[in-house]
């Protein structure tokens, strides 16, 4: 990953801010949670309650970068661009951070962008969340 990515991310850095819940990307999780954001595990799984509505034509992309987009060898972008997908909408978490950056990185590639500002959020604060609405 890299170091922009991880400074992101970086421990020492969120501490400061108040957010000491946050331990780093793949870094084991307090009470023996698993690693965080570590692909396989519990906390980068699929929202449980979204699991009962999944059907078998529904998709899914992992990412190890805040955008999904940041490239187009990425296999969503790929999908996207073969779906022939105009207009993407967005939702999730964290807003400023991985929610913006795919959202940014889409409209720079030309895709139509619609923020779901009642379905995304951030724990970064209000401010945050302000901005990318």
């Known amino acids: 990953m890299p170091p922009a990515v991880q400074r992101g991310f970086n421990r020492s850095l969120v501490q400061a801010k108040g957010h000491g819940w946050h331990v780093g990307l793949g870094a084991e999780l307090p009470d023996g949670q698993g690693r965080c954001l570590f692909k396989g595990t519990w906390n980068a799984?699929?929202?449980?309650?979204?699991?009962?509505?999944?059907?078998?034509?529904?998709?899914?992309?992992?990412k190890a970068r805040m955008s999904g987009l940041w490239s187009p060898?990425?296999?969503m972008h790929k999908w996207l661009r073969q779906s022939g997908k105009k207009t993407l909408l967005f939702a999730g978490v964290n807003t400023d951070q991985c929610?913006?950056?795919?959202?940014?990185?889409?409209?720079?590639?030309?895709w139509d962008c619609i923020l779901i500002g009642d379905c995304a959020a951030t724990m970064t604060g209000l401010e945050a969340q302000a901005v990318c609405d």
């Open 73 to 75: 060898e990425e296999p």
């Open 45 to 62: 799984d699929i929202y449980d309650p979204f699991k009962e509505v999944m059907t078998p034509e529904d998709v899914r992309f992992d």
């Open 99 to 110: 929610l913006l950056g795919t959202l940014t990185d889409a409209y720079s590639w030309g």
